[in-house]
Every structure is written in structure tokens, then in C-alpha cells.
């Protein structure tokens, strides 16, 4: 991954930004997304690759070739979902321990079940994400994969550098706003519809359906990945590396380290 030194976003602009997207979003990420995801853990994983045409599993599969870890290590997965990203790493590392942690219950019981499926076993905590409920300096990485679009960045990152020990690790991965106007407006395009068929394939709730225009402006009022990188860097991250996707920016990689003296 190459070192990514620009900064892109100053701190007056990540406290605007953030305010922005609490005004826009705070009543959704409330009240609608803790239901969305009461509906979705079932199909899940497969809503997702329909919704992608498949691109999803390649996405998250590049994503955990970027996590590098040591036996013993002590890995916690935020906004875990249903264990994606937890599991993919045990099976490659059984060596490692994962925590878990996701406001749903519905998700992460849904996790724990595929956790047995795979035999691999990770340790589950239902909350929300904005107050990590673990000790300062407790883990060696911390995953974010797709769901910091649905977060107050500037609460939830400073949290995530709180329980990592200095010299630990975040790795993140989610759908960035693109840099280039015309890519995104292509994006848009394709969400709105691809959120609607999967929607009626899979027969969504009422609330995942309202969020139709909600996964669009969430996008669009995101940030791109140079300017991830900065806030990452403003929240008090070093070494902040950036792989960005070959899909035009849509999806990147971060890595960033907690600095071991600080
Ligand atoms: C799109 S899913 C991603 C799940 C998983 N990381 C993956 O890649 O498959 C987003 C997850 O974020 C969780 N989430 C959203 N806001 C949250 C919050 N404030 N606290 C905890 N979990 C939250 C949802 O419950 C959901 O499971």
C-alpha cells in the first residue's frame, strides 16, 4: 500500500462535514438502520453480491488480503455485522482471537451461526459503536468494513485509536464518494437501481426500502478516499496508507497505525 501524505481536508472542514451528515442522518441512523438490519441478516451476504454483481466478494476478499497479523493477536471488528470479515480471517489465521462487536442483535446472531458453520469462534458484544466498551490499549487491529458510511467519524475514530495498543493497527474498507463527479453520478445511477431489485428479490421491510435515497445521499456526502485519509490522519492515526480500488475510487483501503509512543 502506498504511503499517503496528503492532506486533502483540514480540521474546520471534518467538523463541518460531520455536523453535516449528523444533520442530515441522525434521525435515520437512529430510528430506520437499527431496523433495516433487524430484516437483512438472512440474506445478507447475498443481497450484497446480487446488489454488486459479485463485486462485493471480490471487494471484501481483497480487503482481508491487506489485515496482517500475528499468532496471538487480538483482533475486534467493529459493526461486525454478520462475522464477515471475522471469519474470513479466522479461517486464514486460526491463531488469532476476534472480538465482535454490532448494535444488532439479529446480525451478530446471525455471525454466531456462521461462526459454528466454519468452527471458528468469536467472541460477541451487542452496542453501539460510538462508546466501545473495552479498556484503552486492548487490541492489536480493528476492522471497519463497510458501515462507517452509517457513523459519527469523528466520535467512532477516535474510539477505535482509544482500544488499540500503540503500534496497532486499523484497517478499513468501505463505498467512498468518488473523486470524479462523472464516476459518482454512474454510481448513484447504479445503486438506485440495484438497491431496488435487490429489494424485490429478496423481499425487504418497509425500512429498508424507505432507505433507498438514504444509501445514495450517504454516498454523496461521504468523504473520497484522499480525504479519508486526512481525517484519519486529523483524528490522531500515522502511517495512513491508501489502496484505492481499481473501480474508480468507489471502494478503498485504509490501513493506519496508532502511533507506539503517543
Ligand atoms: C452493511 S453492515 C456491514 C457488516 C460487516 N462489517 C460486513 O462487512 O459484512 C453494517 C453493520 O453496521 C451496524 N451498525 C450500524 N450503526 C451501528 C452503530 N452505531 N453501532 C453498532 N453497529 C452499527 C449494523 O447493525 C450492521 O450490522
Not at 492532506?7 to 438502520?33: H, K, P, S, Y
Not at 482481508?64 to 493477536?73: C, F, H, S
Not at 484503552?136 to 482509544?162: G, K, M, N, W, Y
Request: hydrophobic content about 45%; charged content about 30%.
Amino acid at each position: 500500500m502506498a504511503a499517503d501524505e496528503s492532506a486533502v481536508l483540514g480540521r474546520a472542514d471534518f467538523e463541518r462535514r460531520e455536523q453535516r451528515r449528523r444533520t442530515l442522518f441522525a434521525r435515520t441512523w437512529a430510528a430506520v438502520i437499527p431496523d433495516v438490519f433487524k430484516d437483512v441478516p438472512s440474506y445478507y451476504r447475498a443481497g450484497n453480491v446480487v446488489a454488486s454483481f459479485g463485486l462485493w466478494e471480490v471487494w471484501a476478499w481483497q480487503f482481508v488480503r491487506t489485515v496482517r497479523l500475528a499468532p496471538g493477536d487480538k483482533l475486534l471488528d467493529v459493526c461486525a455485522g454478520t462475522n464477515d470479515v471475522g471469519i474470513r480471517l479466522l479461517r486464514r489465521q486460526p491463531e488469532i482471537r476476534v472480538t465482535a462487536i454490532d448494535r444488532s442483535r439479529e446480525m451478530q446472531d446471525e455471525g454466531q451461526r456462521r461462526a459454528r458453520h466454519y468452527r471458528v469462534a468469536i467472541d460477541s458484544r451487542i452496542g453501539d459503536v460510538h462508546r466501545l466498551p473495552f479498556a484503552d490499549e486492548t487490541f492489536d487491529a480493528v476492522t471497519l468494513q463497510a458501515a462507517s458510511r452509517h457513523l459519527q467519524l469523528d466520535r467512532v475514530l477516535p474510539e477505535i485509536r482509544r482500544v488499540l495498543k500503540p503500534g496497532g493497527v486499523f484497517y478499513h474498507c468501505d463505498m467512498l464518494k468518488p473523486r470524479r463527479r462523472v464516476i459518482e453520478r454512474l454510481y448513484l445511477a447504479f445503486l438506485h437501481v440495484s438497491v431496488a431489485w435487490t429489494a424485490m428479490i429478496f423481499g425487504s421491510s418497509a425500512s429498508s426500502r424507505q432507505c433507498r435515497d438514504y444509501f445514495k445521499l450517504a454516498i454523496s456526502n461521504f468523504y473520497t478516499a484522499e480525504e479519508l485519509s486526512s481525517v484519519l490522519r486529523l483524528v490522531g492515526f500515522a502511517d495512513v496508507r491508501c489502496r484505492k480500488s481499481v473501480w474508480g475510487g468507489m471502494v478503498a483501503f485504509h490501513r493506519a497505525t496508532r502511533a507506539p509512543r503517543d
